[in-house]
């Protein structure tokens, strides 16, 4: 099991859980080194003290604010420690909100939450709750040197936590939203068969990054010493004029892509049955 990111108590009325938190999402890809183009070796990165014109040992480095041009005071690790609210060691639930009035926008970092063996039953009864209810709890909690607001929910039996951008970190674009503009009630109606053309079960599987895949073709080709072959670029686009025109091509496209997969699906039980008599003769 990975190492925890956070442990500590969750607590909600009298009842009280020793819990440990697990990263729930990382993003992942190929890195690069930074090279000195010459001789291909990676170069270092060094802290130099601009004043003594010295390079500095990472022993030497402290954590400064600036609160005037040019001025700073020290903040020592002892000192943030001794400021450390409540929540860096104990989650209190504050209130329960329904799931469906949270707006995902809200939502930043994912984490599991498991119990420790002495909290096993009252984290099963808060996630049978959650399920039923279908609420999610908000609470507190400190980490990383900063108290985050956080979404507690239930996900496959167990409690998944999400941190959560306060509303003055989420950031309003002038004129976003739906343009005042007016639509037939046609154009609708084929939108709608569009969506439903498209339609499929979640399968997060599926998705691939095709760049991380791409990166790695050029790695390997030039580790054999050849050349990958460079992805088509996408033709530049009209703007639509017609849009219903556009909905039922597109629609058609779609329906026609389905055809052939509907039709080899159809053909196949005959297919076996077939199959089967001869095997019988």
């Known amino acids: 099991m990975p190492s925890s990111v956070w ?8 009842i009280s859980m020793p819990v440990r938190l697990f990263s729930g999402a990382r993003s992942s890809g190929i890195s690069f080194n930074m090279l000195h183009r010459p001789d291909k070796q990676r170069v270092k990165q060094q802290y130099i003290c601009p004043a003594e014109n010295v390079v500095v040992d990472r022993s030497e480095i402290v954590k400064g604010y600036e609160f005037r041009k040019d001025e700073y005071i020290v903040i020592e690790p002892d000192e943030i420690k001794k400021i450390e609210p409540q929540t860096a060691k104990t989650m209190e639930i504050l209130e329960f909100v329904k799931e469906s009035e949270v707006d995902p926008v809200y939502f930043e970092s994912s984490y599991y939450m ?3 063996e002495a909290g096993r039953r009252p ?4 996630t049978k709750a959650l399920e039923e209810s279908e609420y999610v709890a908000i609470a507190k909690i400190t980490m990383h040197n ?3 607001t956080v979404f507690l929910r239930p996900h496959e039996g167990g409690l998944m936590l999400h941190t959560m951008y306060y509303a003055d970190e989420v950031k309003k674009v002038e004129g976003f939203g739906a343009p005042d503009v007016e639509l037939k009630e046609a154009e609708v109606k084929v939108a709608h068969q569009l969506i439903e053309a498209l339609a499929d079960e979640w399968d997060p599987e599926k998705y691939k990054d095709s760049f991380q895949e791409n990166l790695k073709k050029l790695i390997e080709a030039k580790l054999e010493g050849g050349e990958v072959a ?3 670029k996408p033709k530049k686009l009209a703007p639509v004029i017609d849009l219903m025109a556009a909905l039922k091509q597109s629609l058609a496209q779609m329906e026609g892509k389905k055809k052939p997969a509907a039709t080899t699906r159809a053909e196949t039980p005959a297919a076996s049955a077939g199959g089967k008599s001869r095997r019988g003769r």
């Open 7 to 14: 442990s500590g108590h969750l607590t909600f009325g009298l």
């Open 114 to 116: 498991m119990p420790e």
């Open 123 to 126: 984290y099963a009864l808060l």
């Open 146 to 148: 900063r108290e985050y």
């Open 230 to 232: 460079a992805v088509e």
